[in-house]
């Protein structure tokens, strides 16, 4: 058998291979490598919106130890930022970094659990950016969060109660968060100005939600007790 009819992928797709895992290694680990250049509110976002579109594209799915890398990154990108006597990152930008984790993971190991906890973060971040937005101000990097946000806002499922309410839940804490953002606490200082209509208007704001969670609660628990019901009678 000829070099030529010999089968195997040709050097040219050879090299391709070998960077798209080298890349796909890299990724993990991007945004924390870009918390110690200049301008990190700016190119993280940016960089995250290039990490989605090769995942969505071209790399592949199945590498070994994907999901460790994920969430060694995360840690080791929350370490720093928690342990920094500097302003890093935003808080939005924080949230955003976990939101994509959790996305990737999912995606990876396709549990119920992550797809929850996916959801939670996503709008979590969501809502917390879109009002400490309109309370403080935009921002590129505020408008940069939001297009991350908008294109893994596809990867959010709604088809069962109990992912409806891990949305919801996320859409409560993200209020809420706002006016510790607004007091100067999280990891960073967005605003140290405390309002108290501010307040008040987030009060307003998350009492409904609340309200909305505990009918979804109380209809999923209802739900579970008949099949439960129905199963028992089925066996019997």
């Known amino acids: 058998m000829t070099r030529e009819d010999s089968p195997g992928l040709s050097p040219d797709k050879n090299i391709v291979q070998i960077m798209n895992v080298y890349v796909q290694y890299l990724m993990p680990f991007a945004t924390l490598l870009l918390l ?4 990190a509110d700016l190119t993280i976002p940016i960089v995250m919106l290039l990490i989605i579109g090769i995942k969505n594209n071209s790399l592949d799915r199945d590498i070994a130890f994907e ?4 969430v060694c990154g995360g840690v080791l990108f929350t ?3 928690v342990l920094s006597d500097e302003e890093l ?3 939005g ?10 996305t990737r993971l999912n995606e990876i190991e396709r549990m119920i659990s992550l797809g929850l906890y996916s959801n939670l973060m996503i709008f979590f971040t969501l809502s917390h950016q879109i009002l400490l937005s309109l309370f403080v101000g935009f921002s590129l990097n505020s408008v ?3 297009a991350v946000l908008v294109v893994i806002l596809q990867d959010v499922n709604f088809d069962k109660d109990i992912e409806i ?12 968060a706002v006016s510790w953002s607004i007091a100067g606490g999280f990891f960073s200082t967005d605003s140290t100005i405390t309002d108290p209509l501010l307040e008040n208007w987030i009060k307003f704001i998350s009492s409904p939600i609340l309200g909305v969670i505990l009918f979804y609660v109380i209809c ?3 739900e579970q007790i008949n099949v439960r019901r129905d199963n028992i009678l089925e066996e019997a």
Do not use: A, D, K, T
């Open 89 to 91: 990152v935003s808080n």
């Open 79 to 81: 370490g720093m930022v």
């Open 67 to 70: 999901s460790i890398l994920w």
């Open 220 to 222: 999923y628990v209802l």
């Open 144 to 146: 940069l969060i939001l």
């Open 165 to 176: 309410i891990s949305i919801l839940f996320g859409l409560f804490l993200g209020v809420r």
């Open 93 to 102: 930008l924080f949230l955003l970094n976990i939101s994509l984790i959790l």
């Open 36 to 39: 110690l250049l200049p301008h």
